[in-house]
Nanobody
Framework: QAQLMESGGGFVQAGGSLRLSCAAPTSIFDRSPMAWYRQVPGKERELVAAISRGGPTYYLDSVKGRFTISRDHAESTVYLQMNNLKPEDTAMYHC??????????????????WGQGTQVTVSS
């Protein structure tokens, strides 16, 4: 499975901002919708945001209006801008290439490539 490379995590106070980046092999990036997931030990992985190849986006309800996903085709990089962070946003954030962009009903895309993750910690 190809490796994606995340960066940009860190420690921030509530209300602060972070920008996550994910570099992908061009061969994967050009053909794939991309997504950000987060996981906390003992809890299920959450799909936080996704972006199609053409630009339409999907967001988890709890991050709408605070997080923005974008992609740069020239750099084969996907970003997650996170504003007004809350302690409940604390998690390991992973970038993924996914098989589809169909955010209707229960949206559970298949993950085709995965990164090792970057930790985001938000203090209250």
């Amino acid at each position: 499975q190809a490796q994606l490379m995340e960066s940009g995590g860190g420690f921030v106070q509530a209300g602060g901002s972070l920008r996550l980046s994910c570099a992908a092999p061009t061969s994967i990036f050009d053909r794939s919708p991309m997504a950000w997931y987060r996981q906390v030990p003992g809890k299920e992985r959450e799909l936080v945001a996704a972006i199609s190849r053409g630009g339409p986006t999907y967001y988890l309800d709890s991050v709408k209006g605070r997080f923005t996903i974008s992609r740069d085709h020239a750099e084969s990089t996907v970003y997650l801008q996170m504003n007004n962070l809350k302690p409940e946003d604390t998690a390991m954030y992973h970038c993924a290439a996914i098989d589809s962009f169909s955010p209707i009903g229960g949206y559970l895309p298949r993950i085709e490539a995965w990164g090792q993750g970057t930790q985001v910690t938000v203090s209250s």
